[in-house]
């Protein structure tokens, strides 16, 4: 479980605990004339256990808040709707979260992107998004679709040529040198970079290997306008919605940024990756 939502789960808890406060019940006394064991108000109010919809309506209709119900019940389906477990994003296989992903992008104005090993899916060649995909299908043990996932990654690129959009781009320059596919697909990829990058609407920045550790970034994320981040686990897949926590991306991206290199000094290391693939 990822903390953003941990702490969403406590501060549910936290509400819940007031609620039962505010009726001047004890934890016995809620566990009680719920006809639970005592320890699972406890476990709730401390976010160690996962509420149920049943138990709110338990909650509320003892502690006398049955007008909090429907707040109560919209947060947790928002807790639960943010934490989405690759395994059932990719049950079907890559083509359907590729197809969700673009009506996001196409619903989006400016898009913040980093990433510490890969090229951004929108940046990637055909021959790089097959070799990426095919390993995901085989670590997760998911449906086979690889042709059809693909070409769906490659359609979302169409949103980069589209509309008055804005893309920036911001890699370590470990993923110059992560090896994906052959030295033939490196080429290609890293070839299709120095052409996208001369795209008006896209910033595209190399955070250098040497740069000071400044931002705790361990996972590639995607800020949308200022309404959604996506981060991406190796379990799961974190829509943050809350705007103190978008800010923190925020604020960790403009930081990334900042230590970037852009334009000519980029193209520089771009040029550094291909000739060491070409020796």
Same mark, same amino acid.
């Given at each position: 479980?990822?903390n953003?939502?941990?702490?969403?789960?406590?501060a549910?808890?936290?509400?819940?605990r007031?609620?039962?406060?505010?009726?001047?019940?004890?934890?016995?006394?809620?566990?009680e004339?719920?006809?639970?064991?005592e320890?699972?108000?406890?476990?709730?109010?401390?976010?160690?256990?996962?509420?149920?919809?049943?138990?709110?309506?338990?909650?509320?209709?003892?502690? @006398?808040s049955?007008?909090?119900? $429907?707040?109560?019940? !919209?947060? &947790? #389906?928002?807790?639960? *709707?943010? =934490?989405?477990?690759?395994r059932?994003?990719?049950?079907?296989?890559?083509?359907?979260?590729q197809?969700?992903?673009?009506?996001?992008?196409?619903e989006?104005?400016?898009?913040?992107?980093?990433?510490?090993?890969?090229?951004p @899916?929108?940046?990637?060649t055909? $021959?790089?998004?097959? !070799?990426? &995909? #095919?390993?995901v299908i *085989?670590? =997760?043990?998911?449906?086979?679709?690889?042709?059809?996932g693909?070409?769906?990654?490659?359609?979302?690129?169409?949103?980069?040529?589209r509309?008055?959009?804005?893309?920036?781009?911001?890699?370590?320059?470990q993923?110059?040198?992560?090896?994906?596919?052959?030295?033939?697909?490196?080429?290609?990829? &890293?070839?299709?970079?120095l052409?996208?990058?001369?795209?008006?609407?896209?910033?595209?920045?190399?955070v250098p290997?040497?740069?000071?550790?400044?931002a705790?970034?361990?996972?590639?994320?995607?800020?949308?306008?200022?309404?959604?981040?996506?981060?991406?686990?190796i379990?799961?897949?974190?829509?943050?919605?809350q705007?103190?926590?978008?800010?923190?991306?925020?604020?960790?991206?403009t930081?990334?940024?900042?230590?970037?290199?852009?334009?000519?000094?980029a193209?520089?290391?771009?040029?550094?990756a291909?000739?060491?693939?070409?020796n």
């Open positions: 479980m990822t953003a939502v941990h702490e969403a789960r406590e549910l808890g936290q509400r819940l007031e609620l039962r406060r505010d009726a001047e019940l004890t934890a016995r006394r809620l566990a004339l719920a006809g639970w064991h320890s699972k108000v406890s476990r709730i109010e401390h976010g160690k256990q996962t509420v149920s919809e049943a138990d709110l309506r338990v909650w509320c209709a003892h502690t @006398g049955d007008p909090q119900l $429907a707040d109560l019940v !919209a947060t &947790l #389906r928002n807790i639960e *709707a943010a =934490y989405l477990e690759w059932r994003i990719l049950g079907t296989g890559m083509r359907r979260p197809k969700a992903r673009v009506r996001l992008e196409a989006t104005n400016s898009m913040r992107w980093y990433e510490p090993y890969v090229f @899916g929108l940046l990637q055909p $021959a790089y998004a097959e !070799a990426i &995909l #095919r390993k *085989a670590f =997760y043990n998911i449906p086979d679709d690889l042709e059809e693909v070409a769906a990654r490659i359609e979302r690129q169409h949103v980069l040529y509309g008055r959009r804005r893309f920036n781009f911001v890699v370590s320059e993923v110059l040198h992560t090896t994906v596919g052959d030295d033939e697909v490196m080429r290609g990829q &890293l070839d299709r970079l052409n996208v990058m001369m795209l008006p609407s896209i910033a595209f920045g190399i290997a040497t740069a000071a550790y400044e705790p970034a361990t996972n590639g994320f995607a800020i949308f306008d200022n309404r959604l981040v996506q981060v991406e686990t379990s799961a897949e974190l829509a943050v919605t705007p103190r926590e978008i800010a923190l991306y925020e604020e960790m991206f930081v990334l940024a900042g230590q970037a290199l852009y334009g000519s000094a193209r520089a290391l771009i040029g550094r291909l000739e060491s693939r070409n």
